[in-house]
């Protein structure tokens, strides 16, 4: 099955984005496609690479942009609503792209499901 | 519309849930709306809980320092967005009633142009037969 996620929320916050990872992981190894992961509202907050957690936790930035480097993931920013909250090209994390809501819309009528990851 | 859209057209259901301000949610589920209107797809708009506050009328933002976005929601017949439903069991919750809420027109093609009510006050029941109905949901 063909997948569109969206993610509504930033990290740490909420387990949004922690579950929507955990879900995206999971449908590809399980040979599943994921069309695209689109960030809104707060859930440009996880495309910055200006994100630092204590060493102890997991680094949810650092996960997708392995994530998209192995399955060619196409992970795609809001451009709106990141420049709102100040993500930029110099401080998009690897494996993300800034693009319009249009991306979003694409997505539910590409994918088989959408789902969303959020409050 | 189905006849002259290039692709395929999917029943898109947007879900407002939260009040108009307090949370940046309703204007940006709105700023999806509107760039929705440019696919070319079958496109509705729910609203129930607190977001029935949304479309409310005589909104006034000035003391909170906010832009007022609401008369963006007028626009939307223009768009042909024109499938609003709004949850009676909200409204009822809230001591509202449709009088309480904007006047959402569009004017219909297929009936000489004739201007007509976007809104629709629709029970629970209802509303869960127009969201099985969908292909797309997005709740904001």
């Given at each position: ?119 | ?20 301000y ?5 204007l ?33 933002t000035?003391?909170i320092g906010q832009k007022n976005f609401s008369?963006t ?68």
């Amino acid at each position: 099955m063909k997948f569109g996620i969206l993610i509504n929320e930033g990290p740490y916050t909420h387990q949004a984005t922690d579950s929507a990872y955990q879900f995206t992981k999971a449908a590809l190894e399980k040979g599943h496609e994921i069309f695209r992961v689109f960030f809104y509202h707060d859930g440009v907050n996880n495309a910055t690479k200006l994100t630092e957690p204590p060493q102890d936790d997991r680094n949810i930035v650092n996960l997708w942009s392995a994530l998209a480097k192995e399955h060619n993931l196409d992970l795609v920013v809001c451009v709106a609503a990141a420049l709102r909250r100040g993500i930029q090209e110099e401080n998009l994390a690897e494996g993300f792209r800034i693009s319009g809501l249009g991306q979003l819309i694409e997505s539910g009528i590409q994918a088989d499901r959408m789902i969303t990851f959020g409050d | 519309m189905s006849e002259e859209a290039s692709g395929v057209v999917k029943k898109f259901l947007y879900i407002n849930r939260k009040a108009p301000y307090g949370t940046v949610y309703a204007l940006e589920s709105l700023e999806v709306v509107l760039i929705a209107a440019a696919f070319d797809q079958d496109v509705s708009l729910a609203f129930f809980d607190d977001g029935v506050y949304q479309i409310a009328k005589g909104m006034d933002t000035k003391a909170i320092g906010q832009k007022n976005f609401s008369p963006t929601y007028k626009a939307l017949g223009d768009y042909d967005i024109n499938k609003i439903y709004v949850s009676k069991e909200s409204l009822d919750a809230r001591g509202l009633s449709k009088d309480d809420l904007m006047d959402l027109k569009y004017e219909d093609e297929d009936d000489d142009w004739a201007e007509k009510d976007s809104i629709h006050i629709v029970n629970s029941e209802e509303l869960a037969d127009l969201m099985d109905s969908q292909d797309v949901i997005l709740s904001f």
